[in-house]
T-cell receptor, first 114, second 114 residues
Framework: KQEVTQIPAALSVPEGENLVLNCSFT??????LQWFRQDPGKGLTSLLLIQSSQREQTSGRLNASLDKSSGRSTLYIAASQPGDSATYLC?????????????FGAGTILRVKS | EPEVTQTPSHQVTQMGQEVILRCVPISNHLYFYWYRQILGQKVEFLVSFYNNEISEKSEIFDDQFSVERPDGSNFTLKIRSTKLEDSAMYFC????????????FGPGTRLTVL
């Protein structure tokens, strides 16, 4: 059974700092991995999707990498801003023949102080 | 930009009552999902739906739950006889195709069972 773990559980940084959020998964046989942002009491906003054949994806100040063989992904946030404060969720999708469901980690709560 | 919408944003009900949660997926999407998030816990997959039938469901999705696409735009989750433990945030999601696509999530419906 696929398990997704995110470290750290919470992170507080001063504005402007570069930071890395970590995601690990127990079964390396994944189809893709998606990073989401969740604001308190709100829905999930998709940030980046990495296919299993890719090593990284970039969007603005965000860069996500994937090392499938070791079961790890990182989300790098450059020049953090107070508006980046949110919970960041990592989710993996199993191989195609096992359906479309996403398996989520518990998230990293990020606070960027001004 | 197209988005998934959900109504109501908050539903309060008495234990044993039936509730229907509504979702309008992105208009040209073909695959639909329900997830839930109990307060303080991970987002969990409930069910996926394609071509007017359930394609996959989790062990949480028992006989108390059902899904329906009653017309060309709505996608509903019905809980027949709510329990206290059904209190959670329920998210609807959709994708255009199977597999490789980003899953787009709605803002959620917070269900409170008293």
């Amino acid at each position: 059974k696929q398990e997704v773990t995110q470290i750290p559980a919470a992170l507080s940084v001063p504005e402007g700092e570069n930071l890395v959020l970590n995601c690990s998964f127990t079964d390396s046989a994944i189809y893709n991995l998606q990073w989401f942002r969740q604001d308190p009491g709100k829905g999930l906003t998709s940030l980046l999707l990495i296919q299993s054949s890719q090593r990284e994806q970039t969007s603005g100040r965000l860069n996500a990498s994937l090392d499938k063989s070791s079961g790890r992904s990182t989300l790098y946030i450059a020049a953090s801003q107070p508006g980046d404060s949110a919970t960041y969720l990592c989710a993996v999708r199993p191989p195609r023949e096992y359906g479309n469901k996403l398996v989520f980690g518990a998230g990293t709560i990020l606070r960027v102080k001004s | 930009e197209p988005e998934v919408t959900q109504t109501p944003s908050h539903q309060v009900t008495q234990m044993g009552q039936e509730v229907i949660l509504r979702c309008v997926p992105i208009s040209n999407h073909l695959y639909f999902y329900w997830y839930r998030q109990i307060l303080g816990q991970k987002v969990e997959f409930l069910v996926s739906f394609y071509n007017n039938e359930i394609s996959e469901k989790s062990e949480i999705f028992d006989d108390q739950f059902s899904v329906e696409r009653p017309d060309g735009s709505n996608f509903t989750l019905k809980i027949r006889s709510t329990k206290l433990e059904d209190s959670a945030m329920y998210f609807c999601a959709s994708t255009l195709r199977q597999g490789a696509d980003t899953q787009y999530f709605g803002p959620g419906t917070r269900l409170t069972v008293l």
